[in-house]
């Protein structure tokens, strides 16, 4: 297992090389003088235009400016932004806990809700309950995350009242960060009221974004689910006569899980590195709105380093998946390994 391990992470390093690259060349492609935007209506000297090129080092190739760039990333720097003056890597960790919180949790209710929409589904073949639950699926999968994160916001906050628009928490709290998780933060803080007005502004944010995510392991673990109830050892415990819920937990629940969990997997990561637009829907302060900001101040190093940053964890949660899927079936993450 060591050797397909270190063959695995083997692939990281030239796969980061390559998102580094058509990065770089991306946010060079975006119309815009960096320094122009910067200065805005106060307008800028040719000289002093000049002189900041040359202090940012876009006055360089472009070659060289990605030349140094890799330099760098080899020293573990991710550069520093051009609006704050922050090291990359800083502002990346700070902002972190924020898209973490509302992602984990967007993953737990895709979770908490679509397997069992799924294995339901399943036991009700061809049924009207069967019909429903994938009909809801394919919608809530099709849906754009922007669309019904505003419709949502319209219906639920601004005509209901039910949940604010957005933000972690109400202008009302504040308290020092300790974790940078805001329920958790909200809870330590002793603060009254803090970690309710804290789940109200997570539950708009959190059905949104994990409203596709629940749709694809209903429709994953539905699909499951048929194939295993159709096996001979599931069949074997029916006419020992164990009752319906003992055969789907204790039988074909565990081997119907496997492609559940690869699927999920590959959502649970591009939810991180997918949550830009539900950020910025609800205007909140993770790593999605940090990096549209940057595309709008033409913030470059932020860009670069931002999202090989994003790439970093897409990587790393996609390697937890794959030792994921060998404990839940050594034989079939042992084939998958080898491939």
Same mark, same amino acid.
């Given at each position: /297992?060591?050797?397909?391990?270190?063959?695995?992470?083997?692939?990281?390093?030239?796969?980061?090389?390559?998102?580094?690259?058509?990065?770089?060349?991306?946010?060079?492609?975006?119309?815009?003088?960096?320094?122009?935007?910067?200065?805005?209506?106060?307008?800028?000297?040719?000289?002093?235009?000049?002189? @900041? /090129?040359?202090d940012y080092g876009l006055d360089q190739p472009v070659w060289r400016q990605f030349l140094d760039f890799v330099g760098e990333l080899a020293k573990g720097d991710f550069g520093t932004s051009?609006?704050?003056?922050?090291?990359?890597?800083?502002?990346?960790?700070?902002?972190?806990?924020?898209? =973490?919180? @509302?992602?984990?949790?967007?993953?737990?209710?895709?979770?908490?809700?679509?397997?069992?929409?799924?294995?339901?589904?399943?036991?009700?073949?061809?049924?009207?309950?069967?019909?429903?639950?994938?009909?809801?699926?394919?919608?809530?999968?099709?849906?754009?995350?922007?669309?019904?994160?505003?419709?949502?916001?319209?219906?639920?906050?601004?005509?209901?009242?039910?949940?604010?628009?957005?933000?972690?928490?109400?202008?009302?709290?504040?308290? $020092?960060?300790?974790?940078?998780? /805001?329920?958790?933060?909200?809870? @330590?803080? %002793?603060? *009254?009221?803090?970690?309710?007005?804290?789940?109200?502004?997570?539950?708009?944010?959190?059905?949104?974004?994990?409203?596709? $995510?629940?749709?694809?392991?209903?429709? /994953?673990?539905?699909?499951?689910? =048929?194939?295993?109830?159709?096996?001979?050892?599931?069949?074997?415990?029916?006419?020992?006569? @164990?009752?319906?819920?003992?055969?789907?937990?204790?039988?074909?629940?565990?081997?119907?899980?496997? $492609?559940?969990?690869?699927?999920?997997?590959?959502?649970?990561?591009?939810?991180?590195? %997918?949550?830009?637009?539900?950020?910025?829907?609800?205007?909140?302060?993770?790593?999605?709105?940090?990096?549209?900001?940057?595309?709008?101040? *033409?913030?470059?190093?932020? =860009?670069?380093?931002?999202?090989?940053?994003?790439?970093?964890?897409?990587? %790393?949660?996609?390697?937890?998946?794959?030792?994921?899927?060998?404990?839940?079936?050594?034989?079939?993450?042992?084939?998958?390994?080898? *491939?």
């Amino acid at each position: /297992m060591l050797g397909l391990l270190l063959r695995r992470l083997a692939l990281v390093v030239p796969t980061l090389l390559a998102v580094a690259a058509v990065v770089f060349v991306a946010v060079r492609m975006v119309p815009g003088d960096p320094i122009q935007v910067r200065t805005a209506e106060r307008g800028v000297t040719p000289e002093r235009h000049a002189e @900041l /090129m040359h202090d940012y080092g876009l006055d360089q190739p472009v070659w060289r400016q990605f030349l140094d760039f890799v330099g760098e990333l080899a020293k573990g720097d991710f550069g520093t932004s051009f609006s704050s003056h922050a090291p990359v890597a800083q502002e990346f960790v700070a902002l972190l806990p924020a898209s =973490l919180e @509302l992602s984990f949790l967007a993953m737990g209710f895709g979770l908490l809700f679509g397997i069992p929409a799924g294995i339901i589904a399943a036991t009700r073949r061809g049924s009207m309950v069967d019909r429903s639950v994938m009909a809801a699926a394919l919608v809530g999968y099709s849906m754009p995350v922007f669309w019904w994160g505003l419709l949502a916001v319209l219906f639920f906050s601004v005509r209901l009242g039910w949940t604010p628009v957005s933000g972690r928490i109400g202008i009302a709290y504040f308290f $020092p960060p300790v974790t940078g998780f /805001m329920l958790v933060d909200s809870l @330590l803080s %002793g603060v *009254r009221g803090a970690f309710g007005s804290a789940v109200r502004h997570l539950i708009l944010p959190v059905v949104v974004l994990g409203t596709i $995510p629940l749709a694809a392991v209903a429709r /994953m673990t539905r699909s499951a689910m =048929l194939e295993v109830l159709g096996e001979d050892y599931v069949r074997t415990a029916r006419a020992k006569g @164990l009752s319906p819920l003992q055969v789907v937990v204790g039988h074909a629940l565990g081997n119907a899980l496997i $492609p559940v969990v690869t699927v999920f997997g590959l959502y649970a990561s591009s939810l991180l590195a %997918g949550a830009v637009l539900t950020e910025y829907v609800f205007a909140w302060p993770g790593i999605g709105s940090w990096l549209i900001q940057a595309i709008g101040r *033409r913030d470059y190093p932020v =860009l670069q380093g931002g999202i090989l940053l994003v790439a970093v964890s897409v990587i %790393g949660i996609n390697l937890a998946v794959d030792l994921i899927c060998r404990r839940l079936d050594p034989r079939g993450a042992a084939a998958f390994w080898a *491939r």
